[in-house]
């Protein structure tokens, strides 16, 4: 786990636990009783760490700890949903800290916002929400130099081995890109340029060997000294390294009614991806009127 991902779990664990000493129901009010701020908030996290017990498939998110109440409108329930208790206007946020997802980031991810008793049939209203596709670049290792292939003859071939950084990125088998900047019209001819062949291959963990082959210009091919750029990556299935992904979603005001419930949902294609129990990681509902 990365130094961003550590420091955001000790705000929920460290202090003592600050955030799990909040009250887990009852408002908070300003003086006389009426709330702090204008709009009225409610605030719901989980309470560990949560694991999706299965991948490709829409799990609800299971709220169990009140972080901040600031009216009676709404109420968290064991369930892990929010009952509305006063019908008005409202909107919903919700804030998700995904784990880092090393080598795995090129799965998508879900998060969404949802109302029971939902007006469509057969299933609850999507207030919101939103997929959110990973990555899927390759490492890379590079290296920059001098390289002077010469006189190179028709049939010859001139070589060299570099090697590449950041090491234990690339093996046999990873893919390179190569170019020589002297490879140029000005320098050694249009036909040249268009007849040689410049090619890179990993030849063992951090090693390629680049050739240059003249297949075609009678006399040989004098090729000067110029800037020789490799570009070596892995050619692996599944990369990403997304960091901490934290994604945050809103609905539009809502008409929401008392009796009718606000919950979460999160789906991933990663199996064993789970969501992180930070500050991060929480459900607001507000209402505005």
């Not at 040689?196 to 990993?202: A, F, S, T, Y």
Request: charged share 15%; net charge positive; aromatic share 4%.
């Amino acid at each position: 786990m990365n130094q961003v991902s550590k420091d955001r779990r000790l705000m929920l664990a460290g202090g003592g636990g600050a955030l799990l000493a909040l009250p887990a129901t009852g408002a908070r009010t300003g003086p006389g009783g009426s709330s702090p701020s204008a709009i009225p908030r409610s605030r719901f996290t989980i309470s560990s760490d949560f694991v999706l017990p299965r991948s490709e498939t829409v799990t609800q998110l299971p709220l169990g700890i009140t972080a901040m109440q600031e009216s009676n409108d709404v109420t968290l329930q064991r369930n892990g949903r929010i009952l509305i208790n006063t019908s008005g206007r409202y909107r919903v946020i919700l804030g998700v800290d995904w784990v880092p997802q090393n080598d795995t980031g090129v799965d998508r991810r879900m998060i969404g916002i949802r109302r029971w008793p939902g007006s469509l049939p057969n299933q609850d209203d999507r207030l919101a929400s939103v997929d959110i596709s990973g990555s899927n670049p390759p490492f890379m290792a590079r290296y920059q130099g001098e390289w002077a292939p010469g006189v190179i003859p028709q049939g010859g071939v001139a070589s060299t081995e570099v090697t590449v950084t950041p090491t234990g990125t690339v093996n046999v088998g990873d893919m390179a890109i190569v170019c020589h900047s002297a490879l140029k019209d000005p320098l050694i001819g249009q036909d040249a340029v268009n007849t040689l062949i410049l090619q890179g291959r990993v030849v063992a963990p951090d090693k390629v060997r680049v050739t240059l082959c003249n297949t075609a210009i009678t006399g040989g091919v004098q090729v000067p000294a110029g800037t020789l750029n490799v570009i070596a990556m892995n050619a692996t299935g599944t990369r990403g390294e997304s960091n901490d992904g934290w994604q945050v979603l809103h609905t539009a005001t809502e008409d929401l009614a008392a009796g009718q419930m606000i919950y979460a949902v999160v789906r991933s294609r990663t199996t064993g991806d789970y969501v992180q129990a930070t500050r991060t990681t929480f459900l607001q509902i507000e209402r505005f009127g």
